[in-house]
């Protein structure tokens, strides 16, 4: 480890020398970068826009480039910034949030890949890209680990974006993930590359990108006995982490993610003028100004031109949009087994193929195209609301393994086709009131009824010197389950079930100002679909109960209820800082969908500068839930279910503590940590997900570096 620190902190230095001879030519280009963009956004670095895109149509939304060095430690947890997730212990582990508004997904957006659902901190939605328009080539190379060549982790993430000219951006993003585990049989391997495009003229704009992402997960099926870690004194022989036997050793899961998104839209409009003050001119049609006059509307009132001393700028006024947006979802899933016989028998509890060894395989594929036509807003000041019609196809083919007549092993395919109707009213500009009304209706000709409508609204109201923002949103859902929790067929899992159609409704509101920040949302969900773990005791020679698995999908007849209620606090003393989040949660229902009744983040930090140049933050965090009955994780199928009634294991109650010392100079990130601090042999309950132990303390590594050439 000592070598590691040195080499780490020896990169740093030539790195450093070598940006500082750029830092003259930088800030010659820091004068004229994007002085006239068509985006506004705020917060980003000097020479570079960032902003995401609506899924369904393409709508440019804000957002900040990822190099606040604040928290920048938190990024490395696949537990989350604020550690709201449960893991099986590994970096890039399949997780689930604590937080059920975190855990919905929409299928009339996402689709029915479920599979990929708890990667989610690896894998990202076409909504949740970075598109960029940089003034010169920018680079970003980050770079996490811990651990030796045995037992840690490293992630690397390169994104480089250019611009070809003021319209037109390019850029690539390549991540690459390995956790090799610190207990037995838990590594994880994920390689990500995407390719991305826009283009952003007056009448024409174009979003496009191309992922593709292989992950593969060791499965070890959770350690054999929790009193490895729970009573270690009870064993004559010192176990390490990676000593403590696990019930599976040769299982694994791989999967393939693969997208193509495209959305462009057409606009047309007019062209309007204005002066160096921002007010709109209007011109005569005099000889001098008859060819910048016409290209305004010929029912525009028009004044005597100004001098040739006045400089006018012209501005396209979009009035309507046609918009086309496609998406094309390739998917795989295998799991795969090469277990003997002896730990398979004692682990798997259904077989339904004549073979040994599990080579289970899911095909996916998923090509949605959608046509919009939009009035947009503020095209006069008579027309404050935007307008949008719209509609959808969507081709789905999943193929399962299945058995012939003869009982001999075949593929069998399921084919679908929706057709999605729908409207979206909107009022996204001014800065005091904004609102965005959505529905949608969708058939595949044989079953009606789905349906979606959401809203959202938010206010901004000055009060005390500065501005209390008040935002609500909701929907109601009415969607039939997941294809794969109707369907699905491999070696040790099986079924095909009729199931009613889910009922969701929620609503929920936010409420900031100044440091504080109150969110809450209820919730309730009729015939709520959920997997369910099954356990059998067997009889075996070792001196513990052992259990073979199996998993099944449940719908529950009635309904169930959900509330939550978030506050973040912050404090800020000089150089003493104090963050928090509090969650609390409750539900109708427990058997069916457990929460923790709170759930903590807290984080003390000094923030002050060496030098006047080095920003530093030195400070600990603390991860905290009550105890609750966690959903377990199934490596049949990938994801969380509800614990077996036969045991039941009740997590939580246990504080993760985090010391950390980040650092911030010029365009280079870079910290030290020291993760889980108040680990201790037979202290605690340190487990997030049942019969998987978190890692024990770990030092940490990190560095993130920006270019600007």
């Known amino acids: 480890m000592k070598h590691r620190l040195i080499l780490f902190f020896v990169l740093f230095s030539c790195v450093n020398l070598l940006m500082a001879q750029r830092v003259q030519q930088e800030d010659t280009r820091k004068k004229d970068a994007f002085e006239n963009d068509t985006i506004e956004l705020e917060d980003v670095p000097e020479g570079i826009y960032a902003w995401n895109v609506d899924q369904r149509f393409g709508t440019i939304?804000?957002?900040?480039?990822?190099?606040?060095?604040?928290?920048?430690?938190?990024?490395?947890?696949?537990?989350?910034?604020?550690?709201?997730?449960?893991?099986?212990?590994?970096?890039?582990?399949?997780?689930?949030?604590?937080i059920f508004t975190d855990n919905t997904v929409n299928s009339f957006v996402d689709g029915q890949f479920l599979f990929?659902?708890?990667?989610?901190?690896?894998?990202?939605?076409?909504?949740?890209?970075?598109?960029?328009?940089?003034?010169?080539?920018?680079?970003?190379?980050?770079?996490?680990?811990?651990?030796?060549?045995?037992?840690?982790?490293?992630?690397?993430?390169?994104?480089?974006?250019?611009?070809?000219?003021?319209?037109?951006?390019?850029?690539?993003?390549?991540?690459?993930?390995?956790?090799?585990g610190y207990y037995a049989n838990q590594n994880n391997s994920q390689f990500g590359a995407t390719f991305y495009g826009s283009y952003l003229g007056d009448k024409y704009e174009m979003h496009t990108f191309y992922t593709t992402n292989h992950l593969k997960s060791h499965e070890n099926g959770g350690i054999e006995n929790d009193d490895y870690v729970l009573r270690p004194e009870i064993y004559s022989t010192n176990f390490g982490t990676s000593d403590i036997p696990t019930n599976l050793q040769h299982t694994f899961?791989?999967?393939?993610?693969?997208?193509?998104?495209?959305?462009?839209?057409?606009?047309?409009?007019?062209?309007?003028?204005?002066?160096a003050e921002g007010k709109v001119v209007r011109l005569s049609h005099d000889k001098a100004t008859t060819k910048i006059a016409g290209q305004i509307p010929a029912d525009t009132v028009l004044v005597p031109a100004p001098t040739d001393t006045v400089k006018l700028e012209p501005e396209f006024v979009p009035v309507t949009s046609f918009i086309h947006t496609a998406q094309i979802d390739h998917h795989d899933r295998?799991?795969?087994?090469?277990?003997?016989?002896?730990?398979?028998?004692?682990?798997?509890?259904?077989?339904?193929?004549?073979i040994d060894k599990a080579g289970d395989m899911t095909h996916y594929l998923r090509v949605a195209n959608t046509l919009a036509f939009e009035v947009n807003e503020g095209f006069?000041?008579?027309?404050?609301?935007?307008?949008?019609?719209?509609?959808?196809?969507?081709?789905?083919?999943?193929?399962?393994?299945?058995?012939?007549?003869?009982?001999?092993?075949?593929?069998?395919a399921f084919k679908?086709?929706?057709?999605?109707?729908?409207?979206?009213?909107?009022?996204?500009?001014?800065?005091?009131?904004?609102?965005?009304?959505?529905?949608?209706?969708?058939?595949?000709?044989?079953?009606?009824?789905?349906?979606?409508?959401?809203a959202k609204a938010d206010c901004s109201i000055p009060l005390f010197r500065d501005t209390l923002r008040v935002e609500l949103n909701g929907f109601v859902r009415n969607e039939q389950p997941n294809f794969y929790m109707r369907h699905y067929h491999a070696a040790n899992a099986w079924w095909d079930l009729s199931l009613d159609n889910q009922f969701a409704t929620q609503i929920g509101g936010k409420l900031s100002y100044r440091d504080t920040r109150l969110t809450v949302a209820v919730k309730n969900v009729h015939h709520l679909a959920y997997f369910k773990e099954t356990l059998t005791a067997i009889d075996t020679p070792d001196a513990f109960t052992r259990y073979t698995h199996a998993i099944n999908v449940q719908q529950k007849g009635g309904s169930v209820q959900l509330i939550q209620a978030t506050l973040n606090q912050d404090f800020h003393f000089g150089i003493f800082n104090w963050e928090n989040e509090i969650t609390y949660q409750a539900s109708?229902?427990?058997?069916?969908?457990?929460?923790?009744?709170?759930?903590?983040?807290?984080?003390?930090?000094?923030?002050?500068?060496?030098?006047?140049?080095?920003?530093?933050?030195?400070?600990?965090?603390?991860?905290?839930?009550?105890?609750?009955?966690?959903?377990?994780?199934?490596?049949?199928?990938?994801?969380?279910?509800?614990?077996?009634?036969?045991?039941?294991?009740?997590?939580g109650n246990y504080p993760i503590i985090n010391a950390y010392i980040n650092f911030h100079l010029k365009r280079t990130r870079f910290y030290v940590m020291t993760s889980h601090v108040n680990s201790s042999k037979g202290a605690g309950n340190p487990f997030l997900v049942p019969h998987h132990p978190i890692n024990r303390f770990v030092i940490r590594l990190g560095v993130s570096w920006n270019f600007v050439n």
């Open 588 to 651: 109708s229902d427990k058997s069916v969908l457990p929460l923790p009744a709170l759930s903590l983040w807290s984080n003390i930090y000094l923030k002050f500068r060496i030098a006047k140049v080095l920003q530093t933050e030195i400070g600990a965090d603390v991860r905290y839930f009550t105890k609750y009955y966690a959903p377990a994780y199934s490596p049949i199928v990938g994801q969380y279910a509800v614990q077996d009634d036969v045991e039941r294991i009740k997590l």
């Open 253 to 275: 899961n791989k999967m393939n993610v693969r997208t193509f998104f495209l959305t462009h839209r057409y606009n047309i409009g007019y062209t309007r003028f204005r002066d």
């Open 380 to 412: 006069n000041k008579w027309f404050k609301t935007g307008l949008r019609i719209f509609a959808r196809h969507e081709f789905f083919r999943y193929s399962l393994p299945s058995l012939d007549t003869s009982d001999k092993l075949v593929r069998q």
């Open 61 to 98: 939304l804000p957002a900040n480039y990822d190099t606040i060095p604040h928290l920048f430690p938190n990024e490395a947890f696949t537990e989350g910034v604020t550690g709201r997730y449960n893991t099986t212990g590994n970096l890039g582990a399949p997780r689930i949030s604590r």
């Open 334 to 354: 295998r799991f795969i087994s090469n277990e003997n016989s002896s730990v398979s028998d004692t682990y798997f509890n259904d077989f339904y193929y004549d």
């Open 416 to 454: 679908s086709n929706y057709i999605t109707v729908g409207a979206e009213i909107m009022k996204r500009k001014g800065r005091v009131f904004h609102y965005d009304v959505l529905g949608e209706f969708r058939s595949d000709g044989k079953n009606w009824g789905e349906f979606n409508v959401e």
């Open 116 to 180: 990929q659902q708890p990667y989610d901190f690896f894998l990202f939605k076409p909504s949740q890209l970075l598109f960029t328009n940089t003034k010169s080539p920018f680079t970003n190379l980050t770079y996490h680990e811990c651990g030796n060549k045995q037992n840690g982790e490293d992630r690397l993430k390169a994104i480089f974006s250019v611009n070809a000219n003021k319209r037109l951006g390019l850029g690539f993003r390549i991540e690459y993930l390995y956790g090799r």
